[in-house]
Every structure is written in C-alpha cells, then in structure tokens.
C-alpha cells in the first residue's frame, strides 16, 4: 500500500466473466466473519452511491458506442470514490477489506482488452487510487470461453438477474486479450498476486485462498486469526 497510515488488510478477487470470484469472496468473508475477524466486502465498480451510479451507466447494455478512454475515466472516478469513502477509512481503522475487483480490471479490461495500453492505466490507477494497493489479489484464472459459458449456463437456468452486461457482450476475442493483460500482471507482481484455476471445484478454491490470507494474517499479528 501506500505511505498512508493503513493498518488493515486490503484483499482483491480478480478474474475474467464468469471465473466465480464474487462466490470466493462472499465465501472468505463468511470464513473471516467465523473467526471474529472485522471486514468490509465491497465490489467494483460501485462500493458508495456514485460508484453504483456509475456501475450502472458502464454495465448498460443500451450504452453501446461508449469510447475506450470514457470507459476507463468512469471507472477511475468510480474507484477514487471507493477509495477516499469506503477503502481507505476501513483499512485506517484495521478491518480487512474485500474487494471484488479493483484496479487490477482496468488494467486488464481497458489496457489490455480495448488496447489503451496497461503502462498508461497503471499510472492513472495511481492518481485514482493515491497510491493505495491491494496487499494480496487472487486471481482466478479460467479460458474465456469457459467463463462466457458459465454466464449462458445461468441464464439458461433461470437465476434471478442472470444476463449478460455492456461488457460480457463483448467478443471473445476482447476476452481473452483481458485474461492474458491479467496473467501477465500477475506475472509482473508475483509477490502481490496469487494465481488460482477457477476451473477447480468452488470448495477447493475457498479453502485455498481462506488458507492464504489465514497466513498473511498470522504473519502480519503474529497471531491466529481471531484470537486475543
């Protein structure tokens, strides 16, 4: 993180459509919560009433035209609301905070997938942000297609809201750019990122990645999660 005084744990699940990362977070909060460990999970883009409203106009399917770099300032907007309000002050005060995506997606999603270049969403990712990074992100690596299947499977199934947004329309071939911009962050940070086959069954993952931040919890307290 940042030269802030941040004491908390920030946490971030990142991943191409479908790869199950909102499940793993929900999932580690549940894990966390057990062991009377203080969190916050929130999501991006959204997590403060801007954000949401921002989150609706990006995943708008009647937005259709949108220009990469609008694309990638809204999000920043969005995120530099998150973390001024919801980010920073949570991890101030020692809570470890969850988030489901963070600056790694536009990297990945406006870097790598519409090709505005990873360097240049790098840099703005630090003026949005103040420098505040997550100390570990999980990385759910899936095939594209496979992700994108997953999302027709609940369809086809009925869930309540399940459909495809402004973004998970997009080509696979824009999918798969976004999987590889991912892999080769985490290949550029892997003292940061943790990279997990989200192809493996959703119990397996949640207890790999509950395991990861038990340690990094130990480590950092020098105790056990939870304990006094």
């Known amino acids: 993180m940042s030269g802030q005084e941040l004491s908390g744990l920030f946490i971030t699940l990142e991943g191409v459509e479908g790869c199950g990362k909102s499940t793993q977070a929900r999932l580690l909060v549940e894990h966390l919560e057990g062991r009377g460990v203080e969190v916050v999970l ?9 954000g949401e409203r921002l ?12 220009r990469p770099e609008t694309e990638l300032f809204l999000y920043l907007a969005s995120r530099a ?12 005060r ?14 990945a999603y406006q870097g790598g997938g519409r090709g505005l270049g990873v360097d240049l969403v790098r840099s703005l990712n630090e003026t949005a942000t103040s420098g505040v990074k997550p100390n570990i992100s999980f990385l759910l690596d899936l ?8 999302l027709d499977g609940r369809i086809q199934d009925g869930r309540p809201g399940a459909s495809r947004d402004r ?14 911009a991912y892999l ?11 990279v997990l086959d989200a192809g493996s069954h959703v119990e397996e993952l949640a207890r790999e ?5 038990d340690a990094l919890l130990e480590e950092r307290a020098g105790t056990h999660p939870g304990d006094d």
Not at 55 to 66: A, C, N, P, V
Not at 143 to 150: N, P, Q, V
Not at 174 to 179: A, N, T, Y
Not at 209 to 213: D, G, K, M, N, Q
């Open 42 to 50: 929130t999501r991006e883009p959204g997590g403060t009433a801007l």
């Open 55 to 66: 989150r609706e106009i990006l995943l708008d399917i009647g937005q259709t035209g949108m």
């Open 81 to 92: 609301e998150h973390v001024a309000h919801v980010i920073a002050p949570a991890l101030k």
């Open 94 to 107: 020692g809570s470890v905070v969850i988030s489901d995506r963070f600056g790694d997606a536009s990297v």
């Open 143 to 150: 095939d594209a297609g496979e992700g994108l299947g997953r």
């Open 167 to 180: 973004i998970e329309r997009e080509a696979i071939e824009f999918h798969r750019l976004v999987r590889q």
């Open 184 to 194: 080769e962050e985490a290949a550029r940070e892997p003292g940061r990122f943790v």
């Open 209 to 213: 990645i509950a395991s990861r931040v």
